[in-house]
């Protein structure tokens, strides 16, 4: 038996020796496009959900992508330190220690529902219109379980003794000490997941802000707010407004302005500690707000670490039915394979991100991501 070596992709639906590729051609769809037409169309679609997906100027700024299974990084201080060098004495061996975490991988599918009847007969608004609705899908799903697993304090098993960590929570079953910074030392029980009244809005953000900036996580930093509770943080005193190239006079009161891109902030609050640039999203369930430091598109210190397997890659794949007459995209599926979980950057592991629900008493829950 012979094997071929490589990836499985989109170039597998090309015409096999042994078809006619005229004879497919009897199989266009209502509108005379053909088989290779619409194969070509969907690799394209598949290509602009992962564009979409890494360039996305929201989501974009949270995530990182690797194919690494688990993570590892530094646990406390150690036995660190100096000592003063004298010339007959050796100094005391010190070494670190280290902890860590998994990332899960879990696949998600959608097919296409096509059969053949269908695709002799659609129009191409039809398939279009299939396709359209395949990429809301796939980002939508995507865009969900990135939220959700950076408000989620949720610790989840990966094996028998492996765990899928969120940020730093205070856990017993996976005991991290962040390591000192700047002279100040942590201990396991330091959580970045807080419950704070809803009258100390702006004490608890800065809060957050200080939370970040003590483990050496500098700004400016970037917040998620709830879509419903957008005007309740633009009327706090230390919001500032996008510049939208208006000019202000405002006699003798100083108006600060920022040259924000709009599609990505509608606003910033300007901290004790630091400028928060703020996006909203109508997922984030009232009363909570995130906040974190963006390194750039894809930089591994950036809070979410996104899984992909290295046998399909970070990209939706388009597979063909696994029953059909003729054509290959009959009940066609769009597999996608990634696990979302927390970056485990050197120095600021677990570190960068803050969660805070606002309300009178209790704990910090997870919030509902729609």
Same mark, same amino acid.
């Given at each position: ?17 042994? =078809? ?40 974009? $700024? ?8 688990? +993570? ?30 998994? /990332? ?9 529902? =096509? ?109 998620? /707010? ?6 309740? =943080? ?23 302005? +920022? ?24 997922? /984030? ?75 009178? $008493? ?9």
């Amino acid at each position: 038996m012979s094997h071929v070596l490589g990836v499985s992709d989109m170039k597998r639906f090309a015409v096999p020796s042994g =078809w006619d590729a005229g004879e497919l051609v009897k199989y266009e769809l209502a509108d005379g496009t053909t088989y290779d037409d619409l194969v070509a169309d969907i690799a394209v679609m598949l290509q602009e959900v992962q564009a979409d997906i890494e360039s996305n100027p929201q989501y974009g $700024s949270l995530v990182s992508f690797t194919t690494e299974q688990a +993570l590892e990084y530094q646990n406390g201080t150690g036995t660190t330190g100096m000592e003063e060098r004298t010339e007959n004495r050796s100094a005391d061996p010190r070494k670190s220690k280290t902890i860590g975490h998994m /990332l899960p991988l879990q696949s998600f599918d959608r097919q296409m529902t =096509w059969t053949w009847d269908f695709l002799r007969k659609a129009r191409r608004a039809q398939i279009d219109s299939d396709l359209i609705s395949a990429k809301y899908d796939v980002e939508d799903e995507w865009q969900r379980r990135v939220l959700k697993r950076f408000f989620s304090s949720a610790e989840n098993q990966q094996g028998s003794s492996g765990y899928d960590m969120p940020l730093a929570n205070a856990s017993s079953t996976v005991a991290y000490t962040p390591p000192a910074y700047n002279g100040k030392t942590f201990a396991s029980s330091h959580t970045h997941f807080a419950r704070v009244a809803a009258a100390s809005r702006a004490t608890g953000l800065e809060a957050g802000i200080l939370s970040l900036r003590e483990h050496g996580i500098m700004g400016p930093y970037v917040g998620i /707010l709830p879509q419903a509770y957008t005007a309740t =943080w633009a009327a706090l005193s230390n919001w500032v407004k996008p510049d939208r190239a208006i000019n202000h006079f405002n006699g003798a009161t100083d108006l600060m302005t +920022l040259g924000m891109s709009e599609e990505m902030f509608v606003g910033a609050y300007n901290s004790q500690y630091g400028l928060i640039y703020m996006w909203e999203t109508p997922r /984030l369930s009232a009363d909570y707000i995130g906040v974190y430091k963006t390194f750039g598109t894809n930089d591994p210190r950036n809070p979410v670490a996104i899984r992909y397997s290295e046998d399909l890659g970070a990209q939706p794949i388009l597979m063909a039915g696994e029953t059909r007459r003729q054509f290959p995209l009959e009940n066609a599926t769009i597999i996608h394979e990634y696990g979302v979980g927390i970056s485990g950057a050197e120095r600021m592991a677990r570190l960068n991100g803050y969660a805070i629900k606002f309300d009178s $008493s209790g704990d910090y829950t997870d919030p509902t991501i729609s």
